[in-house]
Structure formats: structure tokens, C-alpha cells
């Protein structure tokens, strides 16, 4: 996302776009791995059905915002500063998240 502040062309935002779209996979994937490790067998599937639903929500309100809005500012720095506080507090967090339940 740092690179959409410096977009001066549609082209170079689109490239960005793009790029932040083919690392979406890895970012549900190993939320996938996190998520299953913290619940009970019987109850993965919902959980991580519950996840896909509200991750790809996300992305429609996103869409829908900058189809109303037309500005992708204000929507941007407010997630700078959440990807800033998990970029920072990640340094902290174990390997594995069965580490946190113990």
C-alpha cells in the first residue's frame, strides 16, 4: 500500500494493484494456518468460512467506497496505520499461536 502515495499515473497504481491482488493468496493462506490452529477440529470449517466471507466483504466495501467516494486518500492512510501497528507488533508474536494458549 506505501507505494500508492507516490502513484502519479493510473498506470503505476494499476501495477500496484496487481501486485497487492497476487499477495492476497498468501495472506489468506497463512491466516488459514493461524486460524486452524486456535480452533477445535469440529468447529474449522465455519471459522474459516466466516474468515473467506468477511475478507472478501472487505474488498467489495473497498470497491464500493472508491466507486462513492472517488477519493482512495482517507481509506489509505487509515489502513497505513493499522498495517504500520501489525508490522511493528508482529516482531513479538511466537511462531506458532498454540504458543499464546499455554
Known amino acids: ?12 497504481m494499476a501495477a500496484i494493484f496487481f501486485i ?3 499477495l492476497c493468496a498468501t495472506n489468506t493462506n497463512c491466516a488459514f494456518v493461524y486460524l486452524m490452529e486456535f480452533f477445535p477440529n469440529e468447529k474449522q470449517n465455519a471459522y474459516n468460512n466466516i474468515y473467506q466471507v468477511l ?7 473497498v470497491t464500493i467506497y472508491f466507486w462513492m467516494i472517488k477519493s482512495w486518500l482517507p481509506i489509505t492512510y487509515v489502513a497505513m496505520v493499522f498495517n504500520v501497528g501489525a508490522a511493528i507488533t508482529s516482531f513479538w508474536i511466537p511462531e506458532s499461536p498454540k504458543f499464546l494458549l499455554r
Request: proline share 5%; charged share 0%; aromatic share 22%.
Open 20 to 22: 497487492q491482488g497476487n
Open 1 to 12: 500500500m506505501p507505494g500508492l502515495y507516490f502513484a502519479n499515473s493510473l498506470w503505476f
Open 55 to 61: 475478507t472478501n466483504a472487505t474488498m467489495i466495501f
